[in-house]
């Protein structure tokens, strides 16, 4: 699941599916916990997929993924904050002096900004297990270098909430946007200059443990995790895909369905998989959260369902709309905030 290394756009937002790599400990679909002590994570020694030990002695032991886990919740809050640095950029110019973009109006900032409460829990949490095992030389050297610069940026944006929550600007004739902007640009350039690089260690670890853990859920018979993963895998590629597509044009572009095609043919045998194992008990007795859980069951499963519903009504729209020529562009839209909301709930419900 590779991320771009994107300009400051939409399609960087996408990224946050980077979540789907969270892994669940070896021989169930439940997680481990994410704020588990360093006592546990050394009990449980923290390995990759793709460096556990082959003998049966050694496959019998736990497998940790807390360290894992933690620099991929980081990821995902990262494109949760590029998703605001977008919006905030499309109405204030990038550039070191403050001024609006053409067209623009600095209320328009209200809606996402207002209220807005962000926290650097994800980075804590990351740092606490960076010097555990295992490590992970270039990511953790990054991490190190990318902490201050994040915890920077935040606090520079929850200042611009704090200032549109109750209208300051409107009372101060925008005063203090010049300042808080300078604070914003500062932040950013700070944090521009790690976070990719950061990024792209991610995803290196990435590739080396997302297969592993696909060949696991198979030979152990997850078919709901299995499945699940299989489908968000060839949803993002459909994603990656179009974005190909569209990042060069000026103008919304006749989409070349080659590939689309073959994707999508790969996705409905992965769907229909997964479709029929969520109507087995067997295979939903397998997910530890529900089996363990009715009450949890009764609430998630359900919600669940519907995430993997809405993929696929979306997706089948986006393909008519793009197979007919038609203006595609609430059906990907739709499509992709429908992932991004199956991803959300798999971790939340298969993974823990």
């Known amino acids: 699941m590779k991320v771009k290394k994107s300009p400051r756009w ?17 021989g169930c679909s439940g997680g481990t916990d994410a704020k588990s002590t360093a006592a546990d994570s050394t009990a449980a020694e923290s390995t990759p997929a793709s460096s556990a030990a082959s003998t049966p002695e050694a496959a019998a032991q736990t497998v940790d993924y807390t360290k894992y886990n933690s620099y991929i919740d980081l990821v995902s809050d990262i494109y949760d904050t590029e998703d605001l ?3 905030y950029f499309a109405v204030v110019a990038n ?29 804590s949490d990351a740092v606490y297990y960076m010097d555990s095992e295992p490590a992970y030389p270039e990511a953790d050297a990054l991490l190190a270098k990318l902490e201050e610069p ?17 209208v300051q600007y409107q009372d101060d004739n925008m005063a203090q946007a010049p300042q808080i902007h300078e604070q914003i640009y500062s932040a950013v350039a700070e944090y521009d200059l790690y976070v990719w690089d950061f990024i792209e260690q991610i995803n290196i670890l990435d590739e080396s443990t997302e297969q592993d853990e696909l060949n696991r859920l198979k030979e152990e018979g997850h078919n709901i995790a299995y499945y699940s993963r299989m489908i968000a895998n060839t949803s993002l590629e459909i994603q990656d895909e179009i974005w190909s597509q569209l990042e060069l044009a000026e103008t919304l572009p006749v989409l070349d369905m080659t590939n689309l095609n073959t994707l999508y043919t790969q996705y409905k045998e992965n769907y229909e998989a997964l479709v029929a194992a969520m109507d087995d008990p067997e295979q939903r007795e397998k997910v530890s959260s529900w089996a363990d859980d009715a009450g949890f069951a009764e609430i ?20 008519e709309d793009a197979a007919n020529q038609a203006d595609y562009t609430n059906s990907f839209n739709g499509f992709s905030n429908a992932v991004s909301d199956f991803i959300d709930e798999y971790n939340n419900t298969i993974v823990g």
Not at 10 to 26: G, H, N
Not at 150 to 166: G, I, R, T
């Open 95 to 123: 550039q070191p002096e403050f001024a609006l973009n053409e067209g623009m109006d600095y209320s328009m900032l209200e809606d996402t900004f207002a209220y807005l409460s962000l926290s650097t829990t994800s980075m």
């Open 150 to 166: 994040y915890k920077n940026l935040v606090d520079a944006l929850n200042e611009l909430s704090d200032y549109m929550s109750f």
């Open 300 to 319: 998630t499963l359900p919600r669940y369902q519907n995430a993997i519903s809405d993929v696929d009504s979306w997706l089948t729209k986006l393909m």
């Open 10 to 26: 939409k399609a960087a937002a996408l990224a946050v599916v980077l979540c789907l790599s969270l892994l669940v400990t070896a």
């Open 85 to 87: 640095l977008y919006v």
